[in-house]
DNA sequence: TATGAATGAGTTTTCATTCAT
DNA sequence: CATGAATGAAAACTCATTCAT
């Protein structure tokens, strides 16, 4: 009960945060800023976080799980067919305003990594992990006849990740009208997958 | 005048803040961090800059044409064909040092133009910009029979674009040694554009 | 609260600068002097001002308010005659410490108004209140007979204000035990006023 | 030759330095906006001074000058009779740009004073010369029977000092177009100085 | 003489963190 | 647990002064 309790103002402080940075910028994320939109004093952050580092931390880890996670849901509640991967890729980008701001704080999140070794074993790691589950998908998606096998799956993985990041990236670029566009475009792309 | 010529000065505090900016962050960059790298004293940037902001977008801007000058050098001293963009697509990945500088800095310009309407309105104008070229430049190998047709020139122009900015990024998170073959791994891509 | 109220406090701080705006002027009234002569750290100003032009305003707020309500009690505690005028006028001149304090910081408010035209507006109103009771108050003495008709209720006033203005100037460049002095010299002129 | 060139380029500091402390104040007076102004260097100025304050104290003595010499020379040239008053009262009024701009640099100058012990004596110095001059002045205008001698000379000469400083302060604050309105008001008062 | 680049001490301001209440 | 006043280090920026050219 305290332990929940405790667990849950932590999140709410994480998921506060990640708000703040993908609107205002990291570097406008204060302690009197956050307290402010949590609307609670300073004091109360340092009962949940020993330091702002941990806040950041903790606001990129929330924006991370909650992009990998909606994805994961996509995949798990489909049959492995090519079709699914629309709704799936579709959840990947930042078509909606959360995604929007999750796919911002996780940008974020890259640049501080580059200078954080241990952030970034922790996203290597993490999405090491990510690529073996999506590429086992698509090595049943081949054994099904449904995607080509002239390349390998592994590769068609690590295409469709930086490609889906790559895209991310520019979207954010984009006004949020002339993102269902850009996706749908790049949806186009999965015939290509399928065998001739 | 003192020592040199006022631009190249410029460009020098430019170039020592996109190094200390790419090497230990953003956030870690200061005045005086920077003036003792350059190896001067703190007034000496005000000199040249009105303020840090404008260090900051100088150390962006400086980045981001070394990346963009490479790619178009690498363009123009070649004709037109599918195997040149072996090394076209190389200039463009952060494989060698200082590539890879280069896409730090301007991947820290990205996440920073999340909060900066101006800089993000420029980024799109220069993006738009480039794209143009690379488009035009496909559009001829499409017509020299090169690559295939039945893909439209704009969609492959996008689709490189993304692809190759999802890969530098992931490449960033990668130890130098692994990064060529990730990157010849990409190049294999090539081949599907080919006509059938 | 840790310490004491935050209205006392901020006028705290306004009169420790008012004193050291009358002493060291307001060129050498730095937050690190302010802080000091407070005995509390610097960061203690920015929780009560915003910054340090709100603390110089509020500053000369304090001095002017309290030549003001000096001269404002010594009217109100007294019958209107011509008599009382004596002491009103020398509450008005910089005779003891705390006004000769308050009447440098006004004159550093007068002089910082040149420039700021806010300041000059709210100055202006200040005054033209303050002289209207003033010319009230001689209105009622020229009724009473006690003082003579044949000029203008707001040309003395614009006088008696012009001249302890001017006077007050003189009188903070002479040493203090000359003051008395130079005041009584002043006072003579009350007899002018008197009805012949 | 030299010393010629030498006194008139000091002198033009003097009076460029006067006019930027008369228009955005001592404290937004630096060398940079001075040489600005100048249409020189910096470098210039140390040429001609010490450092600033010999340029600030060069300013104020520019002003200081420019005021007394005006008003004596109002005074020199007419004959001894109560109504050469009026243009001499006239001329220590700030009621053209050009004594607008003497009087807000003098009374930047007697702010600074306060401070400054040694400007304080000078300023007294300078004072009693001119009072003595006057009381001269008034004492003949007494003998003469132009002005009532029921009141000391150096009493009136006080008086008119102070008036004119005070009116002079007041008509800073007041804008151009009513400052000749209030003159006229003070000026009304030199028929109470008749003999009756 | 004139220039203006360079210096660096000093200023204001910000902000994570601490801790008495 | 919560508050928010207090701290003070560190940041950006200013500016009089110096001095090589």
């Given at each position: 009960m305290r332990k929940v309790d405790h667990d849950s103002r932590r999140e709410e402080v994480a998921a506060v945060a990640a708000k703040l940075i993908a609107e205002q910028g990291l570097e406008n994320l204060t302690t009197r800023n956050l307290a402010k939109a949590m609307g609670c004093s300073i004091g109360v952050l340092s009962h949940y976080f020993a330091n702002k580092q941990e806040i950041v931390l903790a606001a990129f880890d929330w924006a991370d799980e909650r992009i990998d996670s909606r994805i994961q849901e996509a995949i798990r509640s489909r049959d492995a067919s090519l079709e699914t991967f629309v709704p799936i890729i579709l959840e990947g980008l930042p078509v909606t305003p959360e995604s929007d701001l999750e796919w911002k704080v996780r940008f974020n999140l890259y640049t501080y990594a580059f200078t954080e070794q241990r952030l970034r074993?922790?996203?290597?790691?993490?999405?090491?992990?990510?690529?073996?589950?999506?590429?086992?998908?698509?090595?049943?998606?081949?054994?099904?006849?449904?995607?080509?096998?002239?390349?390998?799956?592994?590769?068609?993985?690590?295409?469709?990740f930086d490609l889906v990041t790559g895209a991310a990236h520019s979207m954010l670029m984009l006004p949020f009208e002339k993102r269902q566009e850009s996706a749908e475009q790049l949806l186009g792309l999965l015939d290509q997958l399928r065998p001739s």
């Amino acid at each position: 009960m305290r332990k929940v309790d405790h667990d849950s103002r932590r999140e709410e402080v994480a998921a506060v945060a990640a708000k703040l940075i993908a609107e205002q910028g990291l570097e406008n994320l204060t302690t009197r800023n956050l307290a402010k939109a949590m609307g609670c004093s300073i004091g109360v952050l340092s009962h949940y976080f020993a330091n702002k580092q941990e806040i950041v931390l903790a606001a990129f880890d929330w924006a991370d799980e909650r992009i990998d996670s909606r994805i994961q849901e996509a995949i798990r509640s489909r049959d492995a067919s090519l079709e699914t991967f629309v709704p799936i890729i579709l959840e990947g980008l930042p078509v909606t305003p959360e995604s929007d701001l999750e796919w911002k704080v996780r940008f974020n999140l890259y640049t501080y990594a580059f200078t954080e070794q241990r952030l970034r074993d922790a996203q290597r790691q993490k999405l090491l992990q990510f690529r073996s589950m999506m590429e086992a998908l698509i090595g049943t998606l081949q054994k099904n006849g449904e995607v080509r096998r002239d390349t390998d799956a592994a590769l068609i993985t690590r295409l469709a990740f930086d490609l889906v990041t790559g895209a991310a990236h520019s979207m954010l670029m984009l006004p949020f009208e002339k993102r269902q566009e850009s996706a749908e475009q790049l949806l186009g792309l999965l015939d290509q997958l399928r065998p001739s």
